[in-house]
């Protein structure tokens, strides 16, 4: 689904909702898919919902143009015992800075 090529995508939503207006929620697998394809080639700016958190490093270690990640992870809740904004900046390149927009919304930025 991500074989369209396209040297003007530059910003990239992929948190749309379906007719039961549900999100679709990116696993592993399919975020690994996404950044391998052409169509991550030339996107700055991704906005995407994922299950893991693995999934946000996957997809700044491997969208080379990437500059500005908005992903939603269900996961991140106050009660969550993990500072899971320490825990991504552990993880990431030192170049990206993690905001916490609101508990579940992390925008990150190089």
Same mark, same amino acid.
């Given at each position: 689904?991500?074989?369209?090529?396209?040297?003007? !995508?530059?910003?990239?939503?992929? *948190?749309?909702? /379906?007719?039961?207006?549900?999100?679709? #929620?990116?696993? +592993?697998?399919? #975020?690994?898919?996404? +950044?391998?394809?052409?169509?991550?080639?030339? #996107? *700055?700016?991704?906005?995407?919902?994922?299950?893991?958190?693995? #999934?946000?490093?996957?997809? !700044?270690?491997?969208?080379?143009?990437?500059?500005?990640? /908005?992903?939603?992870?269900?996961? /991140?809740?106050? +009660?969550?015992?993990? /500072?899971?904004?320490?825990?991504? *900046?552990?993880?990431?390149?030192?170049?990206?800075?993690?905001?916490?927009?609101?508990?579940?919304?992390?925008? !990150?930025?190089?």
């Amino acid at each position: 689904p991500y074989q369209y090529t396209s040297t003007s !995508i530059h910003r990239l939503n992929l *948190r749309g909702v /379906d007719q039961y207006r549900l999100q679709h #929620c990116y696993n +592993s697998e399919q #975020c690994m898919e996404l +950044s391998r394809s052409p169509l991550a080639i030339q #996107c *700055r700016v991704l906005i995407i919902k994922v299950e893991q958190l693995k #999934c946000i490093v996957e997809l !700044i270690n491997f969208m080379n143009n990437l500059r500005t990640l /908005d992903v939603m992870y269900e996961h /991140d809740t106050y +009660s969550n015992r993990y /500072d899971l904004v320490e825990l991504l *900046r552990k993880h990431l390149p030192s170049t990206w800075t993690v905001t916490r927009f609101r508990y579940g919304n992390f925008i !990150i930025q190089s």
